[in-house]
């Protein structure tokens, strides 16, 4: 199931609240960076580029809690940096899980194996591990031979522990929608739950520019990717955001929907662009001009963005927000193999496009003064 259903009522019946009371902008999942620091150094991150004093910080599992209890968010997700590098990631999981909260703790899984015995199964929980396609493109994306099977090593030891698993798959310029396909059959043979999937972002710090999709790219590729569908496929993603994907409808941004504190505060206005921070949940929806972010405010930083933290909560919006809604979803749900007899054309006649050299970790990407304090994290981490 791609969901438990406790989650997916809770998370229906917390949309419903929010609309009977009148919110206009309401948060759904929080994301929660309780630190920088990582252990990969992905040419599409770029978080690493912080100097060292920022990569040595983190939040206090205190400061996690006050933060979800703030914004009242019914699941958390917990990217970064590498949560499992914080030495005290097992009490922030913890402590979330007695509140009552989902939560997706994001993982490149390089750590994950040996630190499993630190995390109980839960429905509360899921690993939601980075896996960016098949061996040689994940290794490509995040810059590191051997990272493919060392993250499915762990998403296997997950499964076979009984926790719930899910995946992560952010697609940029030149992947090729048929070896993604092989990669989702792969992911379901190895027992994941379900499978979440995102166009990259021109996130400003990152050290390869050159490879993010457009929108007129990512319409194409995930119409190719995600019509004909398997059966046994199971997306962690509202199914109205995968068709805004598939450009088979429109959806606006609603960048209130994710919204992220880390250890400076929280971010305005999303999990990608960082136009200063607020002090406080309230502070945020009433500091930030919405109308100047999202495609149609003309912002030119917007224009390409159709990344799931500015558009799954409007996706989820769209379903709760009408009974036209609800049914869009159902339809989707329950029927959804979205033949599409063009969309196989597209993807029998796509030509696969050569990546270029790998660029592994610590050659040159990272400054020496964050490669340091990566370096002795991982050593301290084992890894
Ligand atoms: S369109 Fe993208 S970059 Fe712009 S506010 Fe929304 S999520 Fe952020």
Known sequence: MAIPVSQAWTVATYVIKQKLAGRKR???????????????????????????????????????????????????????????LH???????????????????????????????????SKYLSFSVHVDGEKE?????????????????????????????????????????????????????????????????TYDKAPDQKHFLGRARSRKLFRALLSNRKKRWQFNANPIFLEFLMGKRELTCTPWGMPTFSIFGWQKPCYLLQDGYADTFQELLDEVDWANYGTESGNPRCA???????????????????????????????????EDPDAQKLLNDWKPTN????????????????ERVNHSESLVAGD
């Open 26 to 84: 309401y948060p759904l999942v929080l994301m929660l960076e309780p630190l920088f620091r990582c252990n990969l150094a992905c040419a599409g991150c770029g978080k690493i580029q912080y100097p060292a004093h920022i990569l040595k910080a983190e939040l206090t599992p205190e400061e996690c809690f006050k933060a979800v209890e703030e914004c009242g968010v019914p699941m958390v997700s917990i990217p970064g940096g590498e949560p499992l």
């Open 355 to 370: 990546h270029g050299q790998l660029v592994q970790i610590g050659s040159g990407i990272l400054s020496a003064e964050s």
């Open 304 to 338: 390409n963005c159709m990344v799931h933290s500015g558009y799954e909560a409007s996706g989820v919006n769209y379903t709760f927000g009408s009974l036209k809604g609800l049914i869009a979803t159902a339809k989707a749900m329950f029927g959804g193999l979205y």
């Open 87 to 121: 030495p005290r990631m097992p009490e922030i999981v913890q402590g979330l899980i007695d509140r009552k909260k989902y939560v997706y703790m994001c993982t490149n899984a390089l750590l994950l194996k040996e630190k499993l015995h630190l995390f109980k199964p």
């Open 137 to 201: 493109h994940h290794d490509f994306g995040v810059c590191r031979e051997g990272g493919h099977d060392i993250a499915m090593e762990g998403v296997r030891a997950a499964v076979a522990a009984g926790f719930r698993v899910t995946t992560n798959t952010t697609l940029f310029d030149g992947a090729d929608p048929n070896s993604v396909r092989r990669h989702f059959d792969q992911l379901m043979e190895a027992g994941v739950d379900s499978m979440m999937i995102s166009p990259g972002y």
